[in-house]
């Protein structure tokens, strides 16, 4: 048990934030709280990918001019593929605190109870 | 061929397509529907004389997907309800004509669009080629009779129409979809073939199950579970619930029946499978016509009466022995022109007398002598008394049971005939024996007395020229 | 020199009819505010026009015939391919079409729920999720696939905020959907990262080669259920269905008919390419799962969805509940696993593309004509009351639809359900079949509720003039309505289409 958790320390410190991350978004009434929580969520996945593209022993992937015994590289795809999750995950947050923003406008609140309690007012109107 | 089926089902479709045209003219509107009603009733005539020479018309429209055909082939069987449809709209349509008018009803030019509408789904299934097409027009059927059901748009109207809706497309949806279904996968072919396509292709364990399937999947033929949306459905004015509910829409049901045991099963094959539905049609005939006995108002006790002499086919069918199946196709004529003259009647009692309850009747018989002659003429009919075309689908039918040996089924139907005497002839009765309660004004409109006798008449000279029907039950069970 | 160019466009239509709205989008974005519409009508005619000489040339082709297409020159499995196959085909073809649609009808649509001067950034918005959903078709690659996933997604969220000029809850509608699309997304994204791991590729047909090689690990399965997670949060199968109601219902009317039509459509593409493509390779597990999970999870869906639907007062919100339903219809084809139950699926993402467009545009064109008269709440039922008889044209068209939605004879809903329920039978699930047949049954309660109101209204409440009709509305959908008579009665090419998608899809896997 004990060596898996050493060879596979990466794994376990993806597994950790990602829960942590997952249990923000789940719990956390706060919307920003809530980008927040996604972010780690999505951070651990680029971790995960990152630690995939590692071989012990391996260095930068850089093309070095005239060297004489191979060479042995860290995968590069796993960080190219990452830089566009990368981009994807701002989108994603920038997006995401664009609409906070607007919600804090039209609800005067970003804790969600308050938005319920106000959808609950609007629908109770709209009823009448 | 071919033209004179697009010909019979065109001009349903093509009145129903006119007719919110000539809304602004009422007289041209119902004249269409008369001309319609002749053009198709010719069609008709055609194909029946065509298939009594022995052929098959056809008219393949075009294959909807791999192996499934828009294809309209007429049976001899479908040669009858044709005929029985198309020509009963004829004189439908001058009733409606005339009672509509007189009732002074909202929404006629809706009313007559939908009246043909309903007419092209009867013919549809009529002249369907195969069990699919007939599914379709089934469906169609349905729906186009909706806004017939609800014409009123009360809410008493409304709940029937749900009622009406829910139970037909409901049965159509659950039941008999994956009937259809079955037996394609089955025989891997839908069209009626004569003699059946399921004999040795289904495992005859099965078999039971199956009809089960179809017959109660078969809302329209009322079979006793599933009967009620018919009386619902008398909420309709009675034009509706003359040519629907008494001619297209229920033999629609019971022809679909009589199609599937002769052309699906085989009859041959089905026999024995379908003792128990011999037993449920039977209970359905004895049960409906005693709640029919304790209706008061006239048009629920007709529907009831509809709904047990339904069975009577489906008892044919579920019989399967040669004389049934013909006594069940014949039947289905004869109580069609029977049942629909008494209809008539209801509804001339109705606008002429204001009397929609048989209680109301007293009297009346002296002041409106044509409508009760023609009633009793119906009633006769259906009781199945010489001089009436009734009789011979009764006699056939009992010999159809007398044939499988089951005299209970001849017992049945004698105390069915004593039951139709007792809650059939009591208007009459009433109509001539009892004193009138008021003196109320009465008045009569030709265009709606016209077609009830010229239905009693004919339904009284069924008896003793049965026609070009007795040719075509003969082909019915010929192979 | 027109043929030269037909060619051109042929040759490189896999990846034109992506890039066509995805410049485009960019280009609306930038453009005066009155260009954004014919941007986006340009734009997805062309992917539309693409599309459909791409489906002519691979109708002419043997069903397993694959164009593969190398962005950029680099081959694969190195680098990013665009794949058109039969089923790709299919796909890209019912998007771009309705697409195209719903493009057209938006300009009416838009006009009450959406400020003038935005139009060129919604119609940037509307372009991208139109390429990201033809992108998430066409791509052969696992992790590109997740770019357009969010492409899609980002983009419809966007869309669905822009309801908020008409009623303030559709911010929270699209902060909710932003936050499980995004973990859907994530999901997904981990689920390739351990088939990454295992296999070192990202290229789907290569995937389908190399993981049944090392089909004993665990992390394969692992893979495969975080995959499988994700899209079925984007496709809404039941039970991470639960976001679609509210966005639909508070997104403005342009983009419910965009979302319904084509969105989930092409998640549930991606579902199946998932099962049969990736991880078709492996005997025992997609088999298991499509049979085990699929189908009480479609079941799930079709009941529950049809049941909410009947009890829902907002014909809005209720169509969006049906769309639950006859996802669980398209599921349950797929779940079948048979040749002819995933050719049930198909017919069905044509047909209900074709009659959820057709209704969405209706109501839109419906509840477009009240608006103003009966804020707040303009797609409350009893809303509608006598509009049978005040818009003919629009309303009739909406009923023929609606029609087709439960499976009347001659539409094409009906070919849907013939086909499924005897698919279903053949695969020897008679008792599923009664299920399905039960839930159209008791879809008819839910239409004909509308049909009631809008025809049969007592006759106090149907007094009003004719409202005006908009012939931007009436006419894709009357040409909706069209197709759906006459893919109901001509329904050979929907059938055919659909068995060669099928078959495509088994030859893969």
Partial sequence: MLDVLITHWNYFIVVFLMMIGLFIVISSMNLVKKLVGLNLFQTSVFLFYISLGKISGGTAPIIVAKADAPILYSNPLPHVLILTAIVVGVATTALGLALVLRIKASFDSIEEDAILSEKRNIRRRSLL | ?479 | MISFASEYALEHAPALIIVVPLLLAVVAALCPARMGYMLALVASAISALLACLQMQVMAGLPTDYRVSYHLGGWTPPWGIEFAVDSTAALVVLVIAVMGFIATISSKQLFLREVDGSNYNRVYGAWLLAFAGLLGLVMTADAFNLFVFFEISSLASVTLVAMGSGVDKRALVAAFNYLLIGAIGAIFYVIGAGFCYAMTGTLNMLDLGVRLPQVASQVPVYIGFGFMVTGVMVKAAVFPMHFWLAPSYGYAPMAVTVLLASVATKAALYVLIRIFMTIFGGIDVLPQLILQWALIPLALMAMLLGTILAIYERDVKVMLAQSSVAQIGYIVLGFGVGTLAGLQAGFIHIVNHAMIKGGMFIGLGGLVLAMAGQTRPSPTRIDRLAGLGWRMPITASAFLICGLSLIGVPLTAGFISKFYLVSAVISAGYWQIAALVLLSSALSVIYLWRLVEVMWFAPPEKNKGARLPESPLIYLPLWALALANLWFGIDAGLVVDLSYRAAAALMGAG
């Avoid at chain 2, 119902?30 to 009594?52: E, M, N, P």
């Avoid at chain 2, 996968?185 to 089960?212: C, E, K, Q, S």
């Avoid at chain 2, 009693?456 to 008896?463: D, H, K, N, P, V």
């Fill in chain 2, 1 to 479: 061929m071919t033209l004179a089926i697009i010909l019979g089902l065109g001009t349903p479709l093509a009145v129903a397509l006119l007719t919110p045209c000539l809304r602004a003219y009422p007289i041209l509107r119902d004249a269409l529907g008369v001309l319609g009603g002749l053009v198709s009733f010719g069609a008709a005539l055609h194909i029946a004389c065509a298939v009594i020479d022995g052929a098959t018309p056809e008219w393949l429209v075009l294959s909807i997907a791999g192996g499934l055909d828009l294809r309209f082939a007429i049976t001899p069987l479908g040669a009858i309800f044709g005929l029985v449809a198309s020509g009963l709209w004829v004189v439908a349509a001058v009733y409606s004509a005339g009672y509509m008018r007189a009732a002074n009803e909202s929404h006629q030019t809706r009313f007559a669009a939908f009246y043909a509408l309903a007419i092209h789904a009867a013919l549809g299934i009529a002249w369907s080629g195969n069990l699919l097409v007939l599914f379709i027009f089934y469906e169609i059927l349905t729906f186009s009779t909706y806004p017939l059901v609800i014409h009123k748009q009360s809410r008493e109207a409304m709940r029937a129409g749900r009622l009406y809706l829910g139970l037909l497309v409901g049965t159509s949806l659950l039941l008999l979809l994956p009937a259809v279904v079955w037996v394609w996968l089955v025989a891997g072919t839908l069209d009626f073939t004569p003699g059946g396509i399921l004999a040795g292709r289904i495992d005859p364990a099965l078999t039971p199950w199956l009809l089960a399937l179809f017959a109660f999947g078969i809302g329209k033929a009322a079979l006793m579970p599933l009967h009620r949306w018919l009386p619902a459905a008398m909420v309709a004015p009675t034009p509706v619930s003359a040519l629907l509910h008494a001619v297209a829409v229920v033999k629609a049901g019971v022809f679909t029946m009589l199609m599937v045991v002769v052309y699906i099963f085989g009859y041959d094959f089905l026999a024995g499978a379908a003792d128990w539905l011999i037993w449920l049609a039977c209970f359905t005939i004895l049960a409906a016509s005693i709640i029919a006995i304790q209706q008061d108002d006239l048009k629920a006790r007709l529907a009831y009466s509809t709904v047990s002499q339904l069975s009577y086919i489906v008892l044919g069918a579920a019989l399967a022995s040669e004389l049934a199946v013909k006594g069940a196709a014949l039947h289905i004529v004869m109580h069609a022109t029977a049942k629909i003259t008494l209809f008539f009647c209801a509804g001339a009692l109705y606008v002429s007398a204001k009397a929609q309850k048989v209680s109301e009747l007293d009297g009346l018989g002296y002041r409106m002598p044509l409508v009760f002659g023609a009633f009793f003429l119906g009633a006769l009919s259906i009781i199945g008394v010489p001089p009436m075309g009734g009789s011979w689908s009764k006699f056939l039918l009992m010999s159809g049971g007398a044939e499988r040996g089951m005299m209970l089924v001849l017992v049945v139907l004698g105390v069915s005939s004593l039951l139709n005497v007792w809650y059939l002839l009591e208007p009459v009765w009433r109509g001539f024996f009892f004193a009138p309660k008021d003196d109320k004004e009465i008045t009569q409109y030709p265009l709606v007395v016209a077609p009830l006798v010229v239905t009693a008449l004919l339904s009284l000279g069924l008896f003793f020229t049965p026609w070009i029907f007795a040719d075509l039950v003969e082909l019915v069970v010929m192979r």
